[in-house]
């Protein structure tokens, strides 16, 4: 939303709050509008529990029926943002073509995107190509999405397979990767929190300027 209609919306918050939760008991939804926020890209809706696409379709549907709001600059909403860890296994060190070069993140990526059913992922940085160990020519590939609050999108992933070359990779669920290097303050993998450069915090769920404690 533009700062004009941000400011027009805002002036009326709980009047908003109250018609919002109105329209939402009207369709049995569980979901409730606790209050209304403003920041620099638009007005946050904070609810009680985690909306589903019904839930946004109402919130969008009173805010672009507002008096004085230009409803052509009301955006498409969308839910907050999180990061889901996934690993993939049982893909080769070496390449699947049979050279002797090994596959690198890059390549892992390339394969990736040539699957459908990543057509809806965002990673969140760079994929870490880890190899199982010494002895065994398999890796572990780390993956970070973008994610709802719910992590529906990783759910969703979680047990598929896909082929690399005559190999089946499946995915899996994995917490924060503990066999990587990752900086507790930045949450940037490969360095440590003694040695990053980044001043201030960012807390891992959201990437947001605070610590975990701070977060809402």
Request: hydrophobic share 35%; proline share 2%; glycine share 4%.
């Amino acid at each position: 939303m533009g700062s004009d209609n941000i400011a027009k919306f805002i002036k009326n918050n709980s009047l908003h709050i109250t018609n919002i939760n109105q329209s939402l008991r009207n369709l049995k939804s569980e979901v409730l509008v606790d209050f209304i926020r403003s920041d620099l890209t638009g007005i946050m809706v904070v609810t009680n529990k985690v909306a589903v696409q019904s839930d946004l379709c109402i919130i969008k549907k009173y805010v672009k029926n507002v008096d004085n709001i230009d409803s052509l600059n009301v955006e498409v909403p969308r839910l907050p943002q999180s990061k889901s860890y996934l690993k993939i296994i049982s893909i080769p060190y070496f390449s699947y073509d049979n050279s002797q070069e090994h596959l690198s993140s890059s390549d892992v990526e390339q394969i990736i995107k040539q699957n459908q059913i990543f057509d809806n992922v965002i990673l969140t940085s760079k994929l870490r190509v880890i190899k199982v160990s010494l002895k065994l020519d398999m890796l572990i590939i780390w993956i970070d999405i973008w994610d709802v609050q719910s992590g529906s999108k990783a759910k969703s992933l979680i047990n598929w397979c896909f082929n690399v070359g005559k190999y089946i990779a499946t995915i899996r669920g994995a917490n924060m990767n503990s066999g990587v290097l990752q900086c507790k303050n930045c949450w940037k993998w490969e360095h440590t929190t003694m040695s990053c450069r980044i001043q201030g915090s960012k807390y891992v769920k959201c990437n947001g300027p605070h610590k975990s404690k701070n977060h809402h």
